[in-house]
């Protein structure tokens, strides 16, 4: 997350309104046998303006489910508020070109090679 900090345009993302949340706790499901069976850890946090819906429940701990599914449900807010504009579509981008200038790079780097070894070894192909 760091790399992106200074590219990245984080002033349209949206903020949460605890009214516009609608927070259920739910038992989990999935491995973890009586400890999951039993407890109600899973978070569903549903925005009422838009009706997302996010469920969450990669942790044990409720807090940190309720942490996790305020940050899914901001970003699903932004990428449908901002579309183009917002924090994922952006990232999105720079990867994009720091994969396109990697490999603009590595031909580079390829090309000189080539050439560095027809200067020294000529353009023979009866190497042996």
Avoid at 10 to 24: A, G, H, K, Y
Wanted: glycine share 6%.
């Amino acid at each position: 997350w760091r790399m992106y900090s200074k590219s990245i345009d984080n002033s349209r993302v949206p903020v949460l309104q605890e009214d516009d949340l609608e927070e259920s706790f739910v038992r989990g499901s999935g491995p973890g046998g009586q400890s999951v069976a039993k407890t109600n850890n899973k978070v569903v946090l549903t925005h009422k303006p838009t009706g997302l819906v996010v469920q969450c429940h990669t942790s044990r701990s409720l807090f940190e489910n309720r942490r996790v599914a305020r940050q899914l449900l901001v970003a699903k807010l932004d990428q449908l508020i901002n579309g183009d504009q917002s924090v994922e579509a952006q990232r999105q981008r720079l990867d994009q070109r720091k994969q396109t200038e990697t490999a603009r790079r590595k031909m580079r780097l390829q090309a000189k090679k080539k050439a560095w070894k027809e200067r020294e070894f000529g353009n023979d192909g009866d190497r042996e």
